[in-house]
């Protein structure tokens, strides 16, 4: 069991490694993608070129990170955080 302590607060790479199982045919396949990743408690993000050379990204939200974007943007609750500080 990973206690807090040993958890990371960012986690970054260069490239990925997927491993997949056919559905099919139950085969296992491993690939290497040269995709940026990017972990932390808020989002996940893949980031590489598309089709054309363009860079792009994927990012997905935790529900701490969803709940701290709406917040930031004035949709979160309607109270101060320091007790009217």
Do not use: W
């Not at 792009?56 to 709940?67: A, I, N, R």
Request: proline share 5%; charged share 30%.
């Amino acid at each position: 069991m990973n206690s807090n302590a040993d958890t990371p607060n960012k986690i970054t790479a260069d490239e990925i490694k997927i491993k997949v199982v056919d559905k099919d045919t139950g085969k296992t396949y491993v690939r290497k993608l040269p995709i940026n990743y990017l972990e932390t408690s808020n989002i996940l993000r893949l980031s590489a070129e598309d089709s054309q050379g363009k860079p792009s990204s994927l990012v997905f939200y935790t529900e701490q990170g969803v709940l701290g974007l709406r917040d930031m943007t004035g949709g979160g609750p309607d109270i101060h955080r320091c007790e009217d500080h």
